[in-house]
Antibody, heavy 121, light 110 residues
C-alpha cells in the first residue's frame, strides 16, 4: 500500500540546521509531486514546500523561503527538507504528503505520520 | 493569520447537519478547486474532499463540498460521534504561488 514515513526530527538549537527525510513506498515515486506541511503545537496546518515530480519546479512558503530547501532522490524514493537558520517559530510536526499529480497543484493524499522538530536552547 | 478564513469551532448533535465555511479570495478559492482535510485527534490529516465536491473512495456520502465565488463550504449530514475532528480547507493560490490553508475548524459532536 502507499506509505510515507518521515524521519530526522528532534531537538535542535536556534540557528542550527536539520534535514528531514521522507521514505516513500507502494507507488511510482518519480511520477508524483511531493509536499512538506507543518503543524505547530496546538495550531493549524501550514504548507511549507512543494517539489514537482522531476524536481524541476520548487515552491516555498514565504515563512521559510531562503532558509529551507526541498529536494528529492527518485532513484531511492526519498524526499528531503533541508532546514537552516532554525528559530523557535519552526517548532512543529512536519508531514510529507504526496500530490495527486506530477505538478503539485492538485491535492495531498496520502500524508505521512509526521516527525516532530523542536527548536529550543 | 491564515489566508483562508474558517470559523474556529462548530458543533452539532448526532444526526444533525452541520456546515463549515471557508472564505478566500479571487486568487485562491475564486480560481481554483477547494480541498478539505479531516484530522482526527492525534492523527495525521486525511483527504476528505477534492476538486471542491469530490469524495475519495471510502469517504461516506454524508460529507459534501461546494463553492460559490470566493467561498466554499463543507457539509456533514447525519452527524456521528466519529466525525469529531478538526477540518481544514485548502486551495492553490495563484498570487502567492503556493498552497494556502484555512485556520481549521474544531467540530464537536454534543
Amino acid at each position: 500500500q502507499v506509505q510515507l514515513v518521515e524521519s530526522g526530527g528532534g531537538v535542535v538549537q536556534p540557528g542550527r540546521s536539520l534535514r528531514l527525510s521522507c521514505a516513500a513506498s507502494g507507488f511510482t515515486f518519480s511520477s508524483y509531486a511531493m509536499h512538506w506541511v507543518r503543524q505547530a503545537p496546538g495550531k493549524g496546518l501550514e504548507w511549507v514546500a512543494l517539489i514537482s515530480y522531476d524536481g524541476s519546479n520548487k515552491y516555498y512558503a514565504d515563512s521559510v523561503k531562503g532558509r529551507f530547501t526541498i529536494s528529492r532522490d527518485n532513484s531511492n524514493k526519498k524526499l528531503y527538507l533541508e532546514m537552516n537558520s532554525l528559530t523557535t517559530e519552526d517548532t512543529a510536526v512536519f508531514y510529507c504528503a504526496r500530490d495527486a499529480s506530477g505538478s503539485g497543484y492538485n491535492w495531498f493524499d496520502p500524508w505521512g505520520q509526521g516527525t516532530l522538530v523542536t527548536v529550543s536552547s | 493569520q491564515s489566508v483562508l478564513t474558517q470559523p474556529p469551532s462548530a458543533s452539532g448533535t448526532p444526526g444533525q447537519r452541520v456546515t463549515i465555511s471557508c472564505s478566500g479570495s479571487s486568487s485562491n478559492i475564486g480560481s481554483n478547486t477547494v480541498i478539505w482535510y479531516q484530522q482526527l485527534p492525534g492523527a495525521a490529516p486525511k483527504l476528505l474532499i477534492y476538486n471542491t465536491n469530490q469524495r475519495p473512495s471510502g469517504v461516506p456520502d454524508r460529507f459534501s463540498g461546494s463553492k460559490s465565488g470566493t467561498s466554499a463550504s463543507l457539509a456533514i449530514s447525519g452527524l456521528q460521534s466519529e466525525d469529531e475532528a478538526d477540518y481544514y480547507c485548502a486551495a492553490w493560490d495563484d498570487s502567492l504561488k503556493g498552497w494556502v490553508f484555512g485556520g481549521g475548524t474544531k467540530l464537536t459532536v454534543l
